[in-house]
């Protein structure tokens, strides 16, 4: 039972411009969800998060959206540069005090043209 | 800089063996995790430690077992390997106070079993 889901398992955008990354999750006792990105032969690094509470959260390029009511997720990149080409995982999490565990999304392979 | 080490890039063993992979965190984090990942299916929690000598099953227990002796260590055992164990293996580590939900992943370890 996958709850965390993300339909497109590849994307392609040219550089400059936005690439939109989608994610949908089950689980309505989710509260924490994160995007992080993959390199190939690296292991996945944190990219940005939002908390259930907020809708939207901001970092420079990355702006992560969350819609509760549809539960849904998504990662917006502006402009898109060709360094971003990687695989993004969307995570979620349960509230636990300090032991929370991940939930992990299949990935979508984003791949810049230049 | 924080880092969590996984002994081994690549391992291939065979079916029937009895296969040890190691990782250590040098973050005196209080989690650790280990996840596999496969094409289409993401990333997939095996176990994880939330203390020394604990451990809880993840989503995918069946076939493995774990290890956490001492707090920087955590070692994924699989009892007697099966090709279907062939897999991209992550070990993560997380602070474990409230509120922080980043894992800081190592650089995985690819495994192959003929």
Redesign the interface.
């Known amino acids: 039972d996958q709850q965390v889901k993300q339909n497109s398992p590849s994307l392609s955008v040219q550089e400059g411009r936005i690439s939109i990354l989608n994610c949908d999750y089950t689980n309505s006792m989710f509260d924490y969800f994160l995007w992080y990105k993959k390199y190939p032969a690296e292991g996945p690094t944190f990219l940005i998060s939002i908390s259930s509470i907020k809708d939207k959260n901001e970092d420079g390029r990355f702006t992560v959206f969350l819609n509760k009511s549809a539960k849904h997720l998504s990662l917006h990149i502006v402009p898109s540069q060709p360094g971003d080409s990687a695989v993004y995982f969307c995570a979620a999490s349960v509230s636990n005090f300090g032991n929370e565990k991940l939930t992990f999304g299949t990935g979508t392979r984003l791949t810049i043209i230049p | 800089d924080v880092k969590?080490t996984q002994s081994s890039?690549y391992l291939v063993k065979r079916t029937g063996e009895k296969v040890f992979l190691e990782c250590v965190q040098d973050m005196d984090h209080?989690?650790m995790?280990w996840?596999r990942q496969d094409p289409?299916?993401?990333?997939?929690?095996i176990y994880?430690s939330?203390d020394v000598k604990m451990k809880e099953k993840?989503d995918i227990p069946e076939g493995y077992s774990v290890s956490r002796e001492k707090k920087e260590r955590f070692s994924l055992i699989l009892e007697s390997a099966s090709t279907n164990q062939t897999s991209m293996y992550?070990c993560?580590s997380?602070?474990?106070?409230?509120?922080?939900?980043?894992?800081t992943?190592?650089?995985?370890t690819r495994l192959t079993v003929v």
């Open positions: 969590v890039r209080e989690n995790f996840y289409g299916l993401g990333l997939r929690l994880f939330y993840g992550l993560a997380s602070l474990g106070s409230d509120g922080d939900y980043g894992y992943f190592g650089s995985g």
